[in-house]
């Protein structure tokens, strides 16, 4: 979900195993030259989920990466079964109040933008919890300091490599 700290969470965790931090907004919007909210703007938000599913899925075929894939991105069947079959996956999860305090000054959310944010942000999360909830494991992030969340997702992802 966006505003729950994923480029944050992962470029540490990135830090962490050593491996490259790949924020899939940030690749979408060198390679097109402007932000995520001129893309949705000009050239509409089914421009730019084409884009992020074929940017996502060129990516996750990449080894040793961390990868932050955009809030809307796991809803795309086809970036979802990438992610199942190549990676360990993990939703940050924040209460709502939590999202609502830190999404509350964003210009930068198309989604959000000029629109009632609380049950905005509500409507979004509600349709897609059912699509998170394919994660390999939930993090329940709202009171962590995200040193603390990327501990807890090192601990799961040396389990889950593991038992490979």
């Known amino acids: ?5 994923k480029s944050t969470i992962g470029k540490s965790l990135a830090d962490k195993l050593e491996y490259t931090f790949i924020d899939i907004d940030k690749v979408i919007e060198k ?3 402007c932000s995520i909210n001129l893309i949705f703007k000009n050239k509409s938000e089914n421009y730019f989920r ?20 955009g809030g809307g991105a796991f809803l795309d069947k086809s970036i979802r079964q990438a992610v ?6 993990f939703w940050l999860d924040v209460e709502m109040s939590q999202l609502i ?23 979004i999360y509600l349709e897609r919890k059912k ?10 992030c709202n009171f962590l300091k995200p040193e603390m969340i990327v501990k807890k997702i090192l601990a799961l992802y040396e389990l889950s490599t593991n038992k490979i």
């Open 84 to 89: 199942k079959s190549s990676s360990v996956s």
């Open 31 to 33: 390679k097109e030259g």
């Open 1 to 5: 979900m966006m505003g729950v700290g």
């Open 131 to 140: 699509f998170y909830s394919e994660a390999n494991y939930r993090i329940k």
């Open 101 to 123: 305090k830190r999404l509350g000054k964003t210009r930068k959310r198309p989604l959000l933008y000029k629109k009632n944010l609380k049950d905005t942000i509500n409507k």
């Open 50 to 69: 084409k884009l992020e599913t074929s940017i996502s899925l060129k990516e996750l075929k990449k080894g040793n990466t961390v990868i932050s894939l």
